[in-house]
């Protein structure tokens, strides 16, 4: 069944953490993978899955990274993943279904933003390649070890930058269209919410649910290592927001200057912990049971507005229409050379 693409009584608001929605969870005897499970948001994913018992596998492209990175964590085991490769992906996969007879939670944290133009073997443009073709092409292999759980979920991390624009089906690689790094970012954001709507329709039947979750404004990640190539940086700016709470200060700011001007929305900007916080909301709700396929954030399901809405929040048409995810579904197989078995 379609779940509707509305708020549900969710007792937690955007200022809600990691610590908060885990509470009372319980994931011992689970299996999860979090791509991107070794630094900023994603640290905090895996963190708070360890501590509520999971077994989590995190992949990267540098083994060593991720190990000085969360090699302290109980627990945890490490793979090689690269994304843009096929070959890398088949491998982990393979690698983990050898080890594994189920995967009880996939959460695909792994991104790239605003990235200059490059592409991947096969041609697919890096961001829809990482962001949207290498995670559809992990979870179609991984899907016998999700199956194989009984009760399963999936979910992809996907971004504001969906209200921006869609997915082009024409030019999804650029090649005859002028690169903007910005629309492209979208495309496979929106794709990514695309993704989960087909997946949900699709395995929900094998006991497999999926969501596309925003997890917020969250500055000083290394998410934006485009934006700002300097390491330093961004990890100076990552401790003043999130140490040091700066984010609560601006978003103080920006709530005083919206209430003077009359505004109903302003930019919320978060930890990296009440980021995590959705991302875990969505992996662990019992009030998501019997859920799936729709767009998360702040920790709630999303509202569906429509393609001229000017809201910073909610789920725009070309993001979740049922048709556009069926056609995405298709491309992904096309361009990623995939099929799952279901």
């Not at 018992?53 to 083994?63: F, S």
């Not at 980021?275 to 920790?299: H, M, N, Q, Y």
Request: glycine share 8%.
């Amino acid at each position: 069944m379609k779940t509707p693409q509305q708020p549900i009584n969710s007792p937690f608001t955007m200022k809600a953490t990691s610590k908060q929605v885990m509470r009372g969870i319980n994931l011992t005897g689970k299996t999860t993978i979090v791509t991107g499970g070794y630094s900023d948001i994603g640290l905090k994913v895996t963190e708070a899955l360890v501590k509520a018992g999971a077994h989590v596998i995190v992949p990267a492209r540098t083994l060593e990274k991720a190990q000085t990175a969360a090699g302290h964590l109980p627990n945890v085991e490490f793979g090689v993943l690269d994304l843009m490769d096929p070959a890398s992906i088949d491998t982990f996969a393979a690698q983990f279904l050898a080890q594994h007879h189920q995967l009880d939670l996939l959460i695909e944290c792994a991104g790239i933003m605003f990235a200059p133009l490059r592409r991947d073997s096969r041609g697919n443009e890096s961001q829809f390649s990482t962001n949207y073709l290498g995670h559809f092409q992990l979870t179609a292999k991984l899907y016998p070890a999700l199956k194989a759980a009984g009760t399963s979920r999936v979910i992809v991390v996907t971004s504001r930058a969906q209200s921006w624009n869609g997915a082009d089906f024409q030019d999804p690689n650029f090649d005859h269209r002028d690169y903007d790094s910005h629309v492209a970012y979208a495309q496979s954001k929106a794709a990514d919410i695309l993704f989960a709507v087909e997946l949900d329709k699709r395995a929900q039947k094998d006991g497999v649910r999926a969501f596309a979750v925003h997890p917020g404004l969250v500055p000083g990640t290394g998410l934006g290592r485009f934006v700002n190539s300097n390491t330093h940086l961004q990890h100076a700016m990552g401790i003043v927001m999130n140490n040091l709470q700066a984010t609560r200060l601006i978003s103080t700011r920006n709530a005083m200057k919206a209430h003077r001007y009359g505004l109903t929305e302003y930019d919320y900007f978060k930890t990296v912990s009440q980021g995590a916080a959705d991302i875990l909301w969505a992996a662990t709700s019992p009030l998501l049971r019997d859920k799936g396929g729709v767009f998360v954030e702040d920790s709630n399901i999303g509202t569906a507005v429509s393609a001229e809405s000017t809201s910073k929040f909610g789920a725009r048409p070309w993001s979740i229409d049922p048709q556009l995810a069926a056609k995405l579904w298709s491309l992904g197989e096309q361009y990623s050379g995939t099929k799952f078995s279901l």
